[in-house]
């Protein structure tokens, strides 16, 4: 069966640092791979994917993740963290059932971000 | 309207009550979802909707009942339902083939007292 894990429930960073949230995941097969962030009080808006190709994979907001298949992993990195990116992250992996796709998310890493 | 809307987005309700969560997607997807969100648990997927036909159902509680009359709309249909069930639900919808990222509503915060 399909698993995500993400180590860190609560990550908190300065403004100016580098950003590394961990993602763990556990699936037999090529595994589709999403990073989402959610503010409070909103929906979950995509970060990036992976389905194949280049293992480094660049998203909106100057985020990137890096799917490193030894390891099982899709760690979600940004040089430099602005304070409006303090908000709820969750990674998923993805899995063709019969029918639609399904996704199974993480518990999330909430990041704080200090002046 | 763009992208995935819900409504309501807050609603109190009693547990002998009946209410309905609707949610309308303007993407043009062919795929519908409903998500539980509950505090330090993972998002639970809850239904599947492809092509307006339910292809998952996650061993869900009866008391919560979906409809997909079409492509863009999704209902979820709650009744006598428990305070354990107050959490965000997110509605979500996709692209088929799989490997199309789901686009989420902003989500229905309900508390059950």
């Known amino acids: 069966a399909q698993s995500v894990t993400q180590p860190d429930i609560h990550i908190t960073v300065s403004e100016g640092a580098s950003l590394e949230l961990r993602c763990n995941y556990s699936y037999g097969a090529t595994p589709y791979l999403f990073w989402y962030v959610q503010s409070p009080g909103q929906g979950l808006q995509l970060l990036l994917k992976?389905?194949?190709?280049?293992?480094l994979v660049q998203g909106i907001k100057g985020f990137e993740a890096e799917f490193k298949r030894s390891q099982s992993s899709f760690n979600l990195r940004k040089p430099s963290v602005h304070w409006s990116d303090a908000a709820e992250y969750f990674c998923a992996v993805g899995a063709r059932q019969t029918g639609a796709n399904n996704l199974f998310f993480g518990t999330g890493t909430r990041l704080t971000v200090i002046p | 309207e763009t992208g995935v809307t819900q409504t309501p987005r807050h609603l109190v309700m009693g547990m002998t009550n009946k209410k309905s969560l609707k949610c309308e997607q303007h993407?043009?997807?062919?795929?519908m979802y409903w998500y539980k969100q509950s505090a330090k648990k993972p998002l639970e997927l809850m239904f599947v909707y492809s092509l307006e036909e339910r292809v998952e159902n996650n061993s869900v509680p009866s008391r919560f009942s979906p409809e997909c009359p079409n492509s863009s709309h999704l209902f979820l249909h709650l009744h006598t339902l428990q305070p354990e069930d107050s959490a965000l639900y997110l509605c979500?919808?996709?692209?088929?083939?799989?490997?199309?990222?789901?686009?989420f509503g902003p989500g229905t915060r309900l508390t059950v007292l």
């Open positions: 992976y389905f194949s190709g280049d293992t």
């Open positions: 979500a919808s996709s692209q088929e083939p799989s490997y199309n990222e789901q686009f």
């Open positions: 993407l043009g997807h062919n795929a």
